[in-house]
């Protein structure tokens, strides 16, 4: 199930609380009434379609418009999760077509896993997969790699480790600030917590933030966004406590940050991402539960993040429907993959 051909989406606000500027900021921010003003998006479903596939688990897709128009989508495939099999593989839809390709490896250390892709075009033209090369069975014995490609995604340059750290990882896309440095959202696998990576010299070198420690329920796998006044806006998953989606705000370029939870917003442990509009909106894509990596739904903010409308489902059936990437290409249209039972890539299309 999901969208209906050119509905109108009403999506009804619930109003949060303010965080106080502290480093910490673990009040609730359910405690006001749901505003009385609802979002109107006009969206009509253009699709949803599976991405070929020619291995029996796939997971964890990132998806972008590349320079020249073409959707290029990542993910990581093999027989099971952490399995040495585990690669990653690309595929393509070409500007103007309907249908992806079949899917070509694009990273692969042989007996060891490969996993969570990062895609991400630079103003350049030049297209950066960043993935997690493990050299152990767990996510803890893992660096964050880089690839490169000039050519569209044709071809790609050697891996290198990009930041020089174990126990490192990654999930969802590269903020371009407006001062023009990059944020790599991440998260440390041993503490679970939440962690940003800033490059000044467009990703030659990164140097890490501090940790976004929480006790009362960790967070992890940050998506990340710059607000109108330059303020950073980040949306967590948590792992244990309440199961209720982490909240970061930063206005020092991401040094520090005020963090709480939002009960309006549940989270079952489960990957989200988080885009800016090009009406100013912010949009979520999760899933709006505390127990069940289903249904996949959207969730807009018109107000930088400070109320957030009840969620509408894009997929509902039996899990999991769940760790959603998402982008809006330049002809408006919204583009998000998800991981549909670990058996393959789904991928949806919203237009205005």
């Known amino acids: 199930m999901g969208l209906t051909p050119n509905c109108a989406i009403i999506l009804v606000l619930a ?36 991405i070929p596939t020619t291995y029996p688990y796939n997971h964890a897709s990132s998806i972008i418009e590349s320079p020249d128009g073409d959707l290029l989508c990542a993910w990581g495939a093999g027989t099971t999760e952490l399995a040495p099999d585990q690669l990653i593989v690309l595929s393509r839809r070409k500007l103007g077509e309907s249908e992806w390709t079949a899917p070509v490896i694009v990273a692969d250390r042989p007996d060891q896993p490969d996993a969570n892709p990062v895609l991400f075009a630079d103003d350049a033209g030049t297209i950066h997969l960043y993935y997690v090369e493990m050299f ?23 891996p290198r480790d990009a930041l020089g750290a174990v126990c490192t990882m990654i999930r969802n896309h590269v903020l371009v600030a407006k001062d023009g440095r990059w944020v790599l959202p991440a998260y440390q696998q041993a503490i679970y917590q939440s962690q940003f990576w800033v ?21 992890l796998q940050p998506a990340v966004v710059e607000l109108a006044d330059g303020s950073f806006y ?55 539960s505390k127990t069940e990596r289903t249904p996949l739904s959207i969730t807009v903010s018109p107000d930088e993040g400070v109320n957030w409308s009840a969620p509408f489902h894009i997929a509902e059936g039996p899990p999991q429907l769940s760790y959603p990437s998402a982008c809006q290409a330049r002809n408006g249209q919204i583009h998000i993959t998800y991981s549909d039972r670990l058996e393959r890539i789904t991928h949806a299309v919203l237009t205005p």
């Open 234 to 288: 980040a949306l967590m998953r948590t792992s244990g406590g309440n199961n209720e989606t982490w909240e970061g705000r930063s206005s020092d370029s991401g040094k520090s940050w005020q963090v709480k939870q939002r009960p309006e917003l549940p989270n079952p442990n489960s990957g989200l991402d988080l885009i800016r509009l090009a009406t100013g909106h912010l949009l979520m894509v999760h899933n709006p």
């Open 136 to 158: 152990g069975p767990s996510f803890c014995l893992g660096r964050v790699m880089e690839r490169v490609s000039t050519d569209n995604a044709a071809t790609w340059s050697a």
């Open 199 to 219: 490059s000044a010299d467009r990703g030659q070198t990164w140097s890490a933030t501090a940790p976004l420690l929480t006790l009362t329920a960790n967070n």
């Open 15 to 50: 109003t949060g609380a303010a965080c106080r500027p502290t480093d910490q900021c673990n009040t609730t921010a359910g405690d006001a009434s749901p505003s009385a003003q609802p979002v109107e998006l006009n969206l009509k479903m253009v699709s949803v379609s599976p």
